[in-house]
């Protein structure tokens, strides 16, 4: 991150800002879950470093992620307009549900409306994402800490991911073993 900012930072609406709807780090074999995903880095416009913010949408049908929880970073996120169904998968479940994987299980589903937010802690082994069910747009705040090292799991998916020293992430398959580019 740049810490050298020589200007004054000004307001901006997030809005309005281009986005590459789809745009996803993702393998291609993960891609589709996100296709309906438009996400901007709003912390990173600010220089921000300690922290990031994205503000979020997802078409209807689409989801924010794979089932996944995070190792040493904490996640939150703030609805600000539609209709969200969060799945939340405790450790001693497996499920088929927004993601590839075939398991079978039960998930919790939870409907947050706009107003309404939620927080993952780290270390927490509550896999979590949210999908938009409705018909609208759903758009939402996620904020989540920097945390280096940090690792995530996917427990129903074969995909693990870390964070590069560069601070993008590094796809694997569970074994280790690099995916097809």
């Not at 992620?65 to 799945?87: N, R, S």
């Not at 919790?108 to 994402?129: D, S, W």
């Not at 945390?147 to 870390?162: C, E, G, H, L």
């Not at 020293?165 to 590094?170: A, C, F, R």
Request: contains cysteine; hydrophobic residues 30%.
């Amino acid at each position: 991150m740049n810490r050298s900012l020589t200007t004054t930072p000004k307001p901006i609406k997030a809005d309005e800002i281009a986005t590459t709807r789809g745009a996803t780090t993702y393998p291609k074999e993960f891609a589709d879950i996100v296709s309906g995903r438009s996400k901007v880095k709003l912390g990173d416009l600010f220089g921000l470093s300690n922290f990031g913010v994205n503000f979020t949408t997802l078409d209807p049908g689409s989801s924010s992620a794979l089932l996944h929880y995070h190792k040493t970073q904490d996640e939150f996120v703030y609805i600000l307009e539609g209709e969200a169904t969060l799945y939340r998968l405790h450790p001693t479940t497996a499920v088929s549900g927004p993601s590839n994987s075939s398991a079978e299980g039960q998930h919790e589903k939870t409907i947050l409306k706009a107003g309404e937010c939620i927080g993952f802690p780290a270390g927490v082994q509550v896999a979590h994402c949210i999908r938009n069910e409705s018909n609208a747009i759903l758009s939402m705040l996620e904020i989540g800490d920097r945390s280096p090292n940090d690792r995530v799991v996917y427990p129903n998916d074969d995909i693990q991911a870390t964070i590069g020293e560069n601070g993008q992430w590094i796809f694997t398959h569970k074994d280790g073993t690099p995916f097809e580019k």
